[in-house]
């Protein structure tokens, strides 16, 4: 493969007082979980990383 163009990186977030309570969190699947461990979850369209 040649010159792969058009891969994008993301910036995420990351948590240092923890997630909403209030709002759906996702992980990159986008299967609704209902608690965070180490990884990358998506809340309210931003991504966050869970150290």
Excluded at 22 to 50: D, E, P, W
Aim: hydrophobic share 25%.
């Amino acid at each position: 493969m040649e010159n792969q163009q058009g891969t994008e990186g993301f910036t995420p977030q990351e948590v240092k007082h923890g997630l909403s309570d209030n709002a759906r969190l996702y992980c990159l699947q986008g299967v609704q979980v209902t608690s965070a461990r180490k990884g990358i979850y998506i809340q309210n369209g931003k991504k966050y990383v869970v150290q």
